[in-house]
């Protein structure tokens, strides 16, 4: 079956413009994750969505970065006015449920010029 | 709040000899515990898991031990390859749920023939 999908792969852009990525859960789970994965830093948790409940944002750095899930599946993580600091790996991740392992999808390298 | 600190590399090994990466975690009741890893230009896939005290996750040759008196999940295995060569990331979950991964940093480990 088909397992996490992230798009794009690669993004590369200018500071100061806005980014989307896109991340495609694996169907029917109902946690997706968002976490970001810096030389150095290794994985930092962004934002969590469980269901129809209310996300735990708890993770993102600022207030540039927003996320949502439309229909409960499908997820968009937006970074506005990006900086080089944001230059990363986001990996997006879904489980089926509590106590059930994540699965990642394969990341989108963002690069900020 | 919860961490996890494993050993840093990067680990050089020749092929066959005996692999340990350590991993101790600080953590309120009794998180799950997790190793994954990330092969060259692939993403992050469980490698294996263990969710109570003295439980032993095993997968591939791999394997690790929860143990609770030394907050510890240390990964061993008795012959590497060099397809074993990626990057090893240990986590754990809090046992509330369906809550984000806390990672270590990784571990970059190289097998050579």
């Known amino acids: 079956g088909a397992g996490v999908s992230q798009s794009p792969s690669n993004k590369v852009t200018e500071k100061g413009k806005d980014v989307e990525l896109r991340c495609d859960p694996i169907s029917g789970h109902t946690a997706l994750y968002w976490y970001r994965q810096s030389l150095g830093q290794g994985l930092e948790f962004l934002i969590y969505?469980?269901?129809?409940?209310?996300?735990?944002k708890s993770g993102l750095p600022s207030d540039r970065f927003s996320a949502e899930r439309t229909g409960g599946s499908v997820s968009t993580l937006t970074i506005q006015r990006t900086q080089q600091e944001d230059s990363a790996v986001y990996l997006c991740?879904?489980?089926?449920?509590?106590?059930?392992?994540?699965?990642f999808g394969d990341g989108t390298r963002l690069s900020i010029l | 709040g919860d961490s996890v600190t494993q050993m840093e590399g990067p680990v050089t090994l020749s092929e066959e000899a005996f692999l340990t990466i350590n991993c101790t975690y600080t953590a309120t009741g009794y998180p799950s515990l997790f190793w994954y890893v990330q092969y060259p230009g692939e993403g992050l896939q469980l490698l294996l898991k263990a969710t109570k005290a003295d439980d032993k996750g095993s997968n591939k040759g791999f394997e690790a031990t929860y143990r609770k008196e030394t907050t510890s999940f240390h990964l061993e295995k008795g012959s590497v390859q060099v397809s074993d060569s990626a990057v090893y990331f240990c986590?754990?979950?809090?046992?509330?749920?369906?809550?984000?991964?806390?990672f270590g940093k990784g571990t970059r480990l190289s097998v050579i023939a």
């Open positions: 969505f469980q269901g129809n409940s209310a996300p735990d």
């Open positions: 991740a879904s489980s089926a449920g509590v106590n059930q392992p994540q699965h």
């Open positions: 986590a754990l979950r809090s046992n509330s749920g369906n809550t984000p991964l806390v």
